[in-house]
């Protein structure tokens, strides 16, 4: 009886349900449609995206959000991330003209962002890393 039961768990944990990744991406959706009003009325200079993830870093950190909320809708859309990249190969097949000319230039510049963006991330990841362990180091402490 154990065992069908851990199986069963086990397999409802690991498949989640089509509605929970649905919600989990409509309030994504949500939060960046607000921090694009957001951007609109107060004409920041910032892309939505970004301060809809500054707005989710906050809600995470100061302990009102879980990641539970966003967890499985983010990995329904990370593992469907190709089907996003359609529109720019379409845009890039009607500029074919552009390429030819200054192909060159958009392939350094390409690589070149493509290398600073990693460095930027892993830079994150590492300064992350090391945060927490700062804080479970006082977590520590405190007990």
Same mark, same amino acid.
């Given at each position: 009886?154990?065992?069908?039961? &851990?199986? +069963? *768990?086990? @397999?409802?944990?690991?498949? $989640?349900? $089509?509605? !929970?990744?649905?919600?989990?991406?409509?309030?994504?959706?949500?939060?960046?449609?607000?921090?694009?009003? *957001?951007?609109?009325?107060?004409?920041?200079?910032?892309? $939505?995206?970004? /301060?809809?993830?500054?707005?989710?870093?906050?809600?995470? *950190?100061?302990? @009102?959000?879980? =990641?539970?909320?966003?967890?499985?809708?983010?990995?329904?859309?990370?593992? #469907?991330?190709?089907?996003?990249? /359609? $529109?720019? =190969?379409?845009? =890039?097949?009607? +500029?074919?003209?552009?390429? !030819?000319?200054?192909?060159?230039? /958009?392939? /350094?510049?390409?690589?070149?962002?493509?290398?600073?963006?990693?460095?930027?991330?892993?830079?994150?990841?590492?300064?992350?890393? @090391?945060? #927490?362990?700062?804080?479970?180091? @006082?977590?520590?402490? #405190? &007990?």
């Amino acid at each position: 009886m154990k065992t069908v039961v &851990s199986t +069963y *768990l086990t @397999r409802r944990l690991a498949s $989640p349900a $089509p509605m !929970r990744v649905a919600a989990q991406i409509a309030v994504m959706v949500a939060i960046w449609l607000a921090a694009a009003a *957001l951007t609109r009325l107060t004409g920041l200079a910032m892309s $939505p995206g970004v /301060i809809g993830l500054l707005a989710v870093l906050g809600l995470l *950190l100061s302990g @009102r959000g879980n =990641v539970l909320w966003f967890r499985d809708g983010a990995n329904w859309l990370l593992g #469907e991330l190709v089907l996003f990249f /359609i $529109p720019c =190969v379409v845009a =890039v097949m009607q +500029y074919g003209h552009l390429f !030819r000319t200054q192909g060159v230039q /958009i392939v /350094i510049a390409v690589v070149v962002g493509t290398v600073l963006v990693m460095a930027a991330t892993a830079l994150a990841v590492h300064v992350g890393c @090391r945060l #927490e362990r700062w804080i479970a180091a @006082r977590r520590g402490q #405190e &007990s």
